[in-house]
């Protein structure tokens, strides 16, 4: 793979693309002609950046000729980026169950734009946020660069083979995921994530080059430290001035700087400025103000380059006797891990499809994200800042000799070894810094993991201390040291200002080692029992639950020791992958469904961590047999149960007393305090009706919840889920919650219903979910089953679009239509 022509992709500058794109832009889109557009003039500087996820051509299969520029792809599809042909499937057993039984392979994209002939003497670069992976990116017939990790993000010069003027330019990608069982999870295949085109001077800030710190702060006064990398593309000297400003969150310019410099030509220069400002507000998850280092680079007032970073106001620390300070003040990160995917939409996810799903979680209470275990995409980190996540940013699953990937199911059959690991010694060190510098102005990341489980025992790593298990035909533990130092050097190198940490699997192990020494924090996955000794023998260890089960006592771990500082479930929402066996594709750990939906029990966490009032019912025939595995609650949100039978009922509250009545008979009162792990339980002989909670906190009810009894399956019912997700200034998601429901409104909750459905106006499907794990439907088709009487549909159309109507109809059932402005 040709690295040499491949930089680091400046990510703030995409928060002003389609601006420039609207009024200044010098590259013109183009698939599959060209044709003509706008002309930048020649005094306009500054940075344009333009958008270039439209209008590409696609085709699965190699083509040995597909990056010549006059190749002949009239005949391929156009798609829209992201785009994920993986989830396309079709899915089958002959594929792998860690990564959803999904079909890879090669594909190709290629695209087309011109270049005016008066930027003939700027530099022009491709930044991608994200190809899985193997990707190679041609421009002209030229090999301009590519990256093998499918989750870093990386750009491409373009500059030494341009045309300019009225001949065209072609980019061609070929992106390899033949060896589709690399992953322990969904991975998708394709240009998943977003392509700019970027053009800058050849003087100019560096991509990911300005890096913002707050060394000194409090309420009343702090201290903005900006290092800015800038570059001199020249054959001749350069004296640029660095103009800097920090903006409030109202737009207000509050502190400035100018600095003038001299870079020798051909070579890059490190500028420190500090500016002061008086009462910050301090970014929070319960008020996540966030400010902008505003930049610009001018020569004799001639603009050369310019940059918007946003930025926020806080400090933390970790405490090895007191857990995690924010802003000074004590808090339990009460998290959750996330992968990547969306269901029906698989890796290709837009953004307000995260928003919706964060803002639920958020209801829910959870304060912290894990992204497992790979640099998530850029916008994911955007909307932690904007809504008050605090980020364990993680960059790798396996060091190298890559990690068991199972084929037939989870921990069944003969696994494949793929994966990341082939390329570990050429490209991880880079693919961590290249995270660092991406992701290093975000005030929502608090830590950086340069790894997931890379001690589990005997995958591929063993030592003497397990005992009987120790393999020693295995690679022995020492080296996960050895290949663990240059990863936390690559990550103090552009960050000091975060800790280093990893998730161990295994302790014992790890210990005999010293991994853990390696780490600033360390993180333990599912080994509570450890907290306390490991506490005495360790004191200085920073000790948190970097992935943990559902379980109430893995939760009073962490409650009660105040040591603790962090819990993340395994996990906020079920995805695709780490499957079973067929057909079941996808892993059902979460508190959201595919859907993003709340589970049961998404409901119990959020009877631990919110604050605010809340009463829930769940029920399940017999006895109390609910509980399975690392507290995966078996229970239903139903009041549908056989004649004559007993139901157990499992209520969740923050209320000190609930009253439960059945058709308006009181059943019981209970205190919390006689709840049993977090559950205040009753069984209760079934009866058609109402079950009804109420929470008290003294006389008067503060929460009600209700189950009732749904009757015969009567019509089908569409509503806006949208919410105030995020609009772009070219499209807009618009997500639709069918149900199937009795005469009453009521959702039948056994209801499994084939729902076909119409869309009238500009919008595109982009992909039906219900949330069943076996579900082998077909994702775009306009037709899908209901799955516990309900499902979830995802339509894109410009932002503009009005007039749109979504039409439902069931065999049996009365249809609908939902008009959308």
């Keep these: ?38 002309h930048l003039a020649e005094n306009q500087g500054g940075r344009v950046v333009v958008a270039f996820d439209s209008d590409w051509r696609f085709s699965r299969g190699d083509f040995a000729n597909g990056m010549i520029a006059n190749f002949n792809d009239s005949n391929w599809r156009q798609v829209e980026i992201p785009h994920d042909w993986s989830i396309e499937g079709p899915l089958g057993p002959e594929f792998a169950s860690g990564s959803g039984f999904a079909p890879g392979g090669i594909g190709w994209y290629r695209n087309r734009f011109t270049m005016d002939l008066s930027a003939s003497n700027k530099l022009v670069a491709i930044a991608f946020d994200g190809v899985y992976q193997n990707a190679q990116v041609w421009i002209n017939g030229h090999l301009a660069g590519g990256r093998p990790y499918g989750y870093s993000s990386f750009e491409c010069d373009l500059t030494p083979h341009l045309k300019f003027g009225r001949a065209g330019n072609v980019i061609a990608v070929r992106v390899d995921h033949t060896k589709f069982s690399d992953s322990r999870w969904y991975t998708g295949s394709g240009i998943y994530r977003h392509v700019r085109l970027r053009m800058t001077d050849r003087v100019r800030i560096a991509p990911w080059g300005t890096f913002v710190t707050t060394p000194a702060l409090n309420s009343d006064s702090a201290t903005v430290r900006i290092e800015t990398e800038l570059r001199n593309g020249n054959a001749a000297d350069s004296n640029p001035t660095l103009q800097t400003e920090v903006v409030n969150p109202h737009g207000e310019v509050i502190a400035s700087n100018a600095t003038a410099t001299q870079i020798t030509a051909g070579t890059n220069r490190f500028v420190v400025q500090e500016l002061q400002v008086t009462k910050p507000n301090l970014w929070s998850p319960d008020s996540p103000q966030l400010y902008t280092v505003r930049q610009r680079l001018v020569v004799q007032e001639r603009l050369l380059d310019d940059n918007d970073t946003p930025f926020g106001f806080r400090n933390f620390r970790f405490d090895a006797n007191r857990g995690f300070f924010l802003n000074e003040v004590p808090l339990k990160l009460k998290g959750v891990c996330l992968h990547h995917d969306a269901g029906a939409l698989g890796a290709a996810v837009p953004a307000p499809v995260w928003e919706r799903r964060l803002r639920t979680l958020k209801s829910i209470g959870v304060n912290a994200i894990r992204t497992s275990h790979n640099p998530p995409a850029p916008e994911l980190l955007d909307l932690c800042d904007q809504m008050g996540f605090l980020v364990q940013d993680e960059a790798l ?127 333990y996955n599912y080994q509570e029992q450890r907290y306390p000794e490991d506490h005495g023998k360790f004191p200085g260890r920073v000790i948190y639950g970097s992935e943990n089960s559902h379980t109430w006592n893995a939760w009073v771990a962490v409650r009660e020791n105040e040591f603790i500082a962090a819990q993340f479930l395994w996990t906020g929402v079920d995805y695709l992958g780490e499957a079973g066996r067929w057909p079941v594709h996808a892993n059902g750990s979460g508190l959201l469904d595919l859907c993003g939906f709340k589970k049961p029990l998404a409901w119990f966490r959020q009877s631990l961590w919110s604050e605010k009032p809340m009463v829930y019912l769940c029920a399940t025939p017999g006895g109390d047999t609910n509980r399975q595995g690392r507290g995966r609650l078996r229970a239903d949100e139903s009041w549908n149960w056989s004649s004559n039978s007993t139901v157990t009922v499992r209520c969740y509250t923050t209320c000190a007393d609930v009253e439960l009545t059945l058709n308006g008979k009181v059943i019981g009162r209970k205190s919390k305090a006689e709840a049993v792990d977090g559950a205040l339980i009753w069984r209760v002989p079934f009866e058609p009706g109402t079950l009804k909670a109420a929470g008290f906190n003294g006389a008067t009810a503060a929460a009600e919840f209700s189950l009732r009894t749904a009757g015969p399956a009567a019509r089908v019912e569409l509503l806006d889920d949208s919410g105030a997700a995020p ?95």
């Design 1 to 38: 793979m040709d690295r040499m022509s491949c930089q680091n992709l400046d990510f703030a500058a995409r928060l002003r693309a389609h601006l420039f794109a609207a009024l200044c832009v010098c590259v013109q889109l183009l698939a599959p002609q060209l044709r003509a557009g706008p």
């Design 397 to 523: 699953d396996e060091f190298t000799p890559p990690k068991n990937k199972w084929v037939e199911g989870w921990n069944a059959g003969e696994p494949s070894r793929f994966g990341a690991g082939e390329f570990f010694e050429q490209w991880a060190v880079r693919d961590v810094e290249d995270m660092v510098r991406r992701d290093r102005n975000h005030p929502s990341i608090i830590m950086w993991s340069i790894g997931n489980e890379i001690d589990y025992a005997n995958d591929p790593f063993s030592h003497p201390v397990l005992g009987s298990e120790f393999r020693p035909d295995h690679p022995r533990a020492e080296n996960i040291v050895k290949l663990a130092r240059p990863l936390v050097a690559a990550v103090k190198r552009f960050d000091t200002t975060r800790p280093v940490t990893a998730a161990l699997a295994n302790v014992l192990m790890s210990d005999a080692v010293g991994f853990g020494e390696v780490l600033d924090i360390v993180g």
């Design 727 to 821: 609009i772009s200034s070219s499209s807009r998601i618009r997500q639709v919650h069918f149900r199937i429901v009795d005469d009453q409104g009521v959702q039948v909750p056994d209801a499994a219903h084939e729902v076909n459905f119409a869309i009238s106006g500009d919008a595109r499907l982009l992909g039906i979910e219900n949330g069943n794990l076996a579900s082998t439907e077909n994702y775009h088709d306009l037709k899908h089953r209901a799955y516990r009487g309900h499902g979830l549909l995802i339509l894109k159309s410009p932002a503009n679009a009005d007039g749109i109507q979504i039409s439902a109809t069931a065999e049996g059932l009365s249809g609908t239509t939902l008009s959308m402005p």
